[in-house]
């Protein structure tokens, strides 16, 4: 009897230390990390607003990461402007050879172009999923990182301005991933790489992504892998449901095997609250920020 006792709080003990593994990630807390940003209002280049999430941001990543890497550069926009841009790069394991990087944009868009509202289109996008959840992901990895060195060395790189212009002229959107691409650190490319965009939606479908399976099939094969033995095959569901050009394409022509774990049916297929003044933080969820996070967390613990 002592025995069976003993034996069925071993096996209870192993659940329980199954679940904690699990759950390195807490969804609740990358829900305030996506509500703290938006305390800083719209974070477009060139805001009081974008300078404070910026120096938020960095400041939250020294407390985590063994290195952070700044890289600064004004960019001159066709209209004459002159923007202060900032990527983060904070390092774990900064010594480990073998890498993996994740990455999300910080920035907002500066104009609600998709709202049905003329008016509204000209006022900017709030950017709770898209911007904000990616970067709460990013953060909420850092903190099991931090609790929990990983073998592999990991980068979370936080993109500036992939936002601002107009997506069919390059020159003003995907600014900080070229520039990243151009100044890669030393050592790159990493072993691959992995975009959270828009990963907060309450109601999460995350397809794979036409140029993720193109260029590197083989790392979406392995993230939706990590996914299904989560038990989380109804949010990331296996076949191309959309291409789109987002941070990783500026990686992949840079040589680096990037894939871009994005939820673009946000709001449904009509996709009707991308670029609307409706991207606010109801409708984001902390148990959709949960099974991406726990995803990203185990990809790297593999």
């Known amino acids: 009897m002592r025995f069976a006792l003993g034996l069925a709080c071993l096996v209870l003990a192993a659940c329980s230390a199954t679940r904690r593994r699990a759950r390195e990630f807490d969804g609740a807390t990358a829900l305030t990390y996506v509500e703290r940003q938006l305390g800083f209002g719209p974070r477009i280049p ?56 994740y990455l999300a944009h910080w920035d907002t868009r500066p104009r609600a172009d998709q709202s049905a509202n003329l008016a509204a289109q ?11 959840s990616g970067v709460a992901v ?10 929990s060195s990983p073998v592999l060395g990991v980068d979370l790189l936080f993109v500036d301005g992939e936002d601002y212009g107009d997506f069919s002229d390059s020159t003003e959107t995907l600014m900080g ?29 995350i397809y794979q992504e036409g ?10 094969q392995r993230v939706w892998r990590t996914a299904s033995e989560l038990g989380y095959d109804r949010y990331f569901i296996p076949g191309v449901g959309y291409t789109i050009t987002d941070d990783h394409v500026a990686l ?22 991308w670029h609307t003044t409706e991207d606010t933080i ?3 969820a902390a148990a959709s920020l949960q099974v991406v996070g726990d995803v990203a967390v185990a990809l790297v613990r593999q």
Do not use: C
Request: proline share 5%; glycine share 8%; charged share 25%.
């Open 46 to 101: 060139g805001t009081a607003g974008h300078e404070q999430a910026g120096d938020w941001l960095l400041a939250t990543l020294r407390a985590r990461a063994d290195t952070v890497i700044v890289q600064e550069w004004t960019q001159q926009t066709r209209r004459g402007e002159r923007l202060r841009l900032r990527n983060f790069l904070a390092r774990f394991r900064s010594d480990a050879v073998e890498r993996v990087l």
């Open 122 to 132: 000209r006022m900017p996008v709030p950017g709770a999923n898209d911007g904000a």
């Open 138 to 147: 990013l953060l909420g990895v850092a903190d099991a990182l931090q609790a």
């Open 177 to 205: 991933s070229r520039y990243f691409a151009a100044h890669q650190p030393v050592g790159y490319p990493p072993l691959f790489a992995v975009l959270f965009d828009m990963v907060g939606d309450k109601d999460l479908q």
């Open 211 to 220: 140029n993720s399976a193109a260029f590197a099939p083989e790392v979406v």
């Open 252 to 273: 992949q022509q840079a040589g680096i095997h990037a894939i871009d774990v994005v939820d673009f049916y946000y709001g449904g297929p009509d996709n009707r609250y």
């Open 282 to 284: 109801d409708k984001v």
